[in-house]
């Protein structure tokens, strides 16, 4: 089984920046596509961002274009989020996700993903 930890979460002032990682364990993830959603208070989860396991395509919400990046050290079984120019808007809960069927191509249209992290809080004061 694989379990997911995030760490890298914080408070950050508007226009900032912050690098969250998520630590897979319990077997190599090289095989799984990899990715972050979050969830912001009284809101619902929505898609940040994911990366194929081959070859490294990256896929990421409107939101975040040009300001997050996604990336993955299958050496170090890790997926970051580098996460720039930081607005309050993306104050949340940030959560990592893996799924070995699910193409990365299709996680902004939602549905069921194997494995959860539980999730690392981001605050953004503005």
């Known amino acids: 089984q694989v379990q997911l930890v995030e760490s890298g979460g914080g408070l950050v002032q508007a226009g900032g920046s912050l690098r969250l990682s998520c630590a897979a364990s319990?077997?190599?993830?090289?095989?799984?596509?990899m990715g972050w959603f979050r969830q912001a208070p009284g809101k619902e989860r929505e898609f940040v961002a994911a990366?194929?396991?081959?070859?490294?395509?990256?896929y990421y919400a409107d939101s975040v274009k040009g300001r997050f990046t996604i990336s993955r050290d299958n050496a170090k079984n890790t997926c970051y989020l580098q996460m720039n120019s930081l607005e309050s808007e993306d104050t949340a809960v940030y959560y990592c996700?893996?799924?070995?069927?699910?193409?990365?191509?299709?996680w902004g249209r939602g549905g069921y993903l194997e494995v959860w992290g539980q999730g690392t809080l981001v605050t953004v004061s503005s």
């Open positions: 996700a893996a799924d070995q069927a699910r193409r990365a191509a299709t």
């Open positions: 319990g077997r190599p993830v090289s095989r799984y596509a």
């Open positions: 990366v194929s396991w081959a070859p490294n395509s990256t």
